[in-house]
Nanobody, 125 residues
Framework: QVQLVESGGGLVQAGGSLRLSCVASGRAFSGTAMGWFRQAPGKEREFVAG????????NYGDSVKGRFTISRDNAKNTVWLQMNSLNPEDTAVYYCARSLYNTPWRTTPREWGYWGQGTQVTVSS
């Protein structure tokens, strides 16, 4: 059993930054890749970023490359998403997830599991 709890969302003006956190409990956190997805109202869940179990490899969705950074600390069972240069199109509920295939390179939601409850990010123009 794996529990993921996200935090750090909120309301920010365009151009601003936020840092999301995801704390994992239960099954070994360090043993698999972790990632972030987001879902805006009326849209499908979208891959944002993934990080390998040893933090050597990272992968980003095209819409966030160069603006967002994913990182992790296995000793703290935590993965972060640093979001810079936010724009209104980044408004969504952001979810942390655990890879079912231990790779940050699979980007469809069905290839990830143990979803957290999500944290709302709202970017005003």
């Amino acid at each position: 059993q794996v529990q993921l709890v996200e935090s750090g969302g909120g309301l920010v003006q365009a151009g601003g930054s936020l840092r999301l956190s995801c704390v994992a409990s239960g099954r070994a956190f360090s043993g698999t890749a972790m990632g972030w997805f987001r879902q805006a109202p009326g849209k499908e869940r979208e891959f944002v970023a993934g990080i390998s179990q040893n933090a050597i490899s990272t992968n980003y969705g095209d819409s966030v490359k160069g603006r967002f950074t994913i990182s992790r600390d296995n000793a703290k069972n935590t993965v972060w998403l640093q979001m810079n240069s936010l724009n209104p199109e980044d408004t969504a509920v952001y979810y942390c997830a655990r890879s079912l295939y231990n790779t940050p390179w699979r980007t469809t939601p069905r290839e990830w599991g143990y979803w957290g409850q999500g944290t709302q990010v709202t970017v005003s123009s």
